[in-house]
């Protein structure tokens, strides 16, 4: 079985946000495409109108994925949604992003439940290198206290059983929720991580150890990714005008993202999806 033990999901509303996402890049194949939709992410998560994720969850996870789904575009077969992941170091730091997926659940799921992002705060280093190695599998078996509001400092990991802990928001309908995966699975986009490191530069642990040094001449907004971890960590707000306030920046980034997976789509395992055609099928089926 690919189930990790102890791992469970824990879901808490944020206050309804529908008429204020921020627009997510296209480019969910690449990484650089990837690095902007967590951007967006977490300039939501940041918005002082909604009910923040804990910021004890950021403070003490071992490493977090934000995923974005796929609605209408490319996608890697089998996948719902694309993402990163990043390590967070002993010292508060975060490392470099490791390209990851979502896959295990329908697209009548993603269509019907509406799930636009999912953060995934992973407990310690097994859970880690479970999801490097075969994919790590969200399940049900633990039960964990929903929590909301950036005040909260609880611990990742505190489980009813005392077994450590995955824990998942679900961005759906307007509002981060609780919402059931039950059986996703999230692991390591190799192909995706080898375009953007280089040839044989597709190794996970390597990546986030620093090992394989993150490509300085590619326009990306990595930087701007881990000082919003860290002001989601101090259980900080902000409007996202002031999240984002260099616009050239952003727009550049979201340029080359797309650009970047049109190189990564010409690859066999890429295909083109729309998740209400794909909804449709399944229900037929």
Same mark, same amino acid.
């Given at each position: 079985?690919?189930?990790?033990?102890?791992?469970?999901?824990?879901?808490?509303? +944020?206050?309804?946000?529908?008429?204020?996402?921020?627009?997510?890049? %296209?480019? =969910?194949?690449?990484?650089?495409?990837?690095?902007?939709?967590?951007?967006?992410? =977490?300039?939501?998560? =940041?918005?002082?109108?909604?009910?923040?994720?804990?910021? /004890? +969850?950021?403070?003490?996870?071992?490493?977090?994925?934000? *995923?974005?789904?796929?609605? $209408? /575009? *490319?996608?890697?077969?089998?996948?719902?949604?694309?993402?990163?992941?990043?390590?967070?170091?002993?010292?508060?730091?975060?490392?470099? %992003?490791?390209?990851?997926?979502?896959?295990?659940?329908?697209?009548?799921?993603?269509? /019907?439940?509406?799930?636009?992002?999912?953060?995934?705060?992973? %407990?310690? @280093?097994?859970?880690?290198?479970?999801?490097?190695?075969?994919?790590?599998?969200?399940?049900?078996?633990?039960?964990?206290? $929903?929590?909301?509001?950036?005040?909260?400092?609880?611990?990742?990991?505190?489980?009813?059983?005392?077994?450590?802990? =995955?824990?998942?928001?679900? +961005?759906?309908?307007?509002?981060?929720? /609780?919402?059931?995966?039950?059986?996703?699975?999230?692991?390591?986009?190799?192909?995706?991580?080898?375009?953007?490191?280089?040839?044989?530069?597709?190794?996970?642990?390597?990546?986030?150890?620093?090992?394989?040094?993150?490509?300085?001449?590619k326009p990306t907004l990595i930087d701007d990714v881990?000082?919003?971890?860290?002001?989601?960590?101090?259980?900080?707000?902000?409007? %996202?005008?002031?999240?984002?306030?260099?616009? $050239?920046?952003?727009? $550049?980034? *979201?340029?080359?993202?797309? #650009?970047?997976?049109?190189?990564?789509?010409?690859?066999?395992?890429?295909?083109?999806? @729309?998740?209400?055609?794909?909804?449709?099928? #399944?229900?037929?089926?």
């Amino acid at each position: 079985s690919k189930s990790n033990k102890g791992i469970a999901n824990i879901f808490a509303p +944020y206050g309804n946000m529908s008429e204020e996402t921020t627009k997510r890049s %296209p480019g =969910l194949t690449s990484m650089e495409g990837m690095i902007c939709n967590a951007n967006m992410v =977490l300039t939501d998560a =940041l918005r002082p109108s909604i009910r923040g994720v804990p910021k /004890g +969850y950021f403070m003490t996870c071992a490493g977090i994925c934000i *995923m974005t789904t796929v609605q $209408a /575009g *490319m996608i890697f077969s089998g996948s719902v949604g694309t993402g990163i992941f990043m390590r967070r170091n002993l010292d508060g730091s975060w490392s470099n %992003p490791v390209a990851v997926g979502i896959s295990g659940i329908g697209f009548g799921f993603v269509f /019907g439940a509406n799930v636009k992002d999912v953060i995934i705060f992973f %407990p310690d @280093d097994q859970s880690i290198e479970t999801m490097f190695s075969r994919g790590v599998e969200l399940s049900a078996s633990t039960q964990v206290t $929903a929590v909301v509001g950036r005040e909260f400092e609880g611990a990742v990991g505190a489980s009813g059983s005392g077994t450590s802990a =995955l824990i998942s928001y679900a +961005y759906s309908k307007g509002a981060f929720i /609780g919402l059931s995966m039950q059986g996703a699975i999230v692991g390591p986009r190799t192909k995706a991580n080898e375009t953007f490191y280089g040839p044989g530069n597709s190794d996970p642990a390597k990546i986030i150890k620093g090992e394989i040094p993150f490509p300085t001449d590619k326009p990306t907004l990595i930087d701007d990714v881990k000082e919003k971890l860290d002001k989601c960590a101090k259980g900080i707000s902000e409007k %996202p005008s002031d999240a984002n306030a260099d616009a $050239a920046k952003v727009d $550049a980034a *979201m340029k080359h993202a797309e #650009e970047a997976a049109g190189v990564v789509n010409s690859m066999t395992e890429v295909q083109h999806v @729309d998740i209400a055609a794909e909804a449709s099928k #399944e229900q037929g089926n």
